[in-house]
């Protein structure tokens, strides 16, 4: 289970207890922000995506949408969202527990700009009902982001 192999991975930190398990779903981002009591923007999203046969995570502030137009001037490619069935099988983790912890080997995870507004956000933990509280130093820490980026624009 996925939720187990992020306990795992944040157990070598001494952080496997900060994971926050819900008896609700937490799955997307107002169901997050309603578990946890906090604004949605503050939900870190991660979205998974294909460039050409590569798999890659983009985490972004819960209020934000991809910008097609930012996208492919960074990457030179349209955005494609992995279909639903494979996430798990490329990620390694199910739709609704996307995080960037405990990921497949060779994904590589980017964090979009519109984080850094916060002090602290919630990513997912590998299920549909959990999260861990995380500053934006944590963050990139325990993602092993590969590079800051700004693909998005606020949700009208």
């Known amino acids: 289970m996925s939720i187990e192999k992020v306990k795992n991975y944040f157990k070598k930190f001494g952080l496997e207890n900060r994971i926050i398990e819900f008896d609700t779903s937490s799955a997307t981002v107002e169901l997050a922000a309603a578990a946890l009591h906090c604004q949605p923007e503050r ?46 099988e490329l990620i390694g983790h199910k739709v609704g527990g996307v995080c960037p912890f405990a990921i497949k080997d060779g994904v590589d995870v980017y964090l979009d700009e519109s984080l850094k507004r916060f002090e602290t956000v919630f990513p997912a933990c590998g299920s549909s009902n959990s999260a861990i509280e995380m500053t934006i130093k944590e963050l990139e820490k325990y993602s092993k982001y590969k590079e800051w980026i700004d693909v998005t624009k606020i949700i009208d």
């Open 43 to 88: 939900i870190a999203k991660s979205l998974s995506f294909l460039l050409k046969e590569k798999a890659i995570i983009i985490v972004t502030a819960g209020d934000v949408k991809i910008d097609n137009k930012k996208f492919k001037e960074i990457f030179e490619t349209k955005a494609k969202m992995i279909e639903k069935d494979r996430v798990e």
